[in-house]
């Protein structure tokens, strides 16, 4: 079992900036791909930003450009940085681990496929 602990979120005015970070334990391999996946509010979960081994990230179009993913180098800790926020950014982000994602550049967009979980984090941008 992998265990994922979040941290970071809370409330910031349109335009600021947020981190947060996500520090895995457990049987974890730091081949694994690590991720960020966000739900609004009535929405599906989506995919915001991923990373594997190749180490070439994952941006969706609505946070390219403003968010950025990291790892540390152990590769057991993954961080989003989170710029120019939107009111629409507001939402519960999760961290998540894939054992195998379908290459090392490439990620599930359903969140069915990702196979562990942190317990989320509120991030809430206010217009």
């Known amino acids: 079992q992998v265990q994922l602990v979040e941290s970071g979120g809370g409330l910031v005015q349109a335009g600021g900036s947020l981190s947060l970070s996500c520090a895995a334990s457990g049987r974890f391999s730091s081949n694994y791909a690590m991720g960020w996946f966000r739900q609004r509010s009535g929405k599906e979960r989506e995919l915001v930003a991923a990373?594997?081994?190749?180490?070439?990230?994952y941006y969706s179009d609505a946070v390219k450009g403003r968010f950025t993913i990291s790892r540390d180098n152990a590769r057991t800790s993954v961080f989003l940085q989170m710029n120019s926020l939107k009111p629409e950014d507001t939402a519960v982000y999760y961290c998540?681990?894939?054992?195998?994602?379908?290459?090392?550049?490439?990620?599930?967009?359903?969140?069915?496929?990702?196979?562990?979980w942190g317990q989320g984090t509120q991030v809430t941008v206010s217009s």
């Open positions: 990373t594997g081994w190749s180490r070439i990230p």
């Open positions: 998540a681990v894939d054992k195998t994602p379908p290459s090392a550049a490439t990620f599930y967009r359903d969140s069915a496929q990702w196979d562990y």
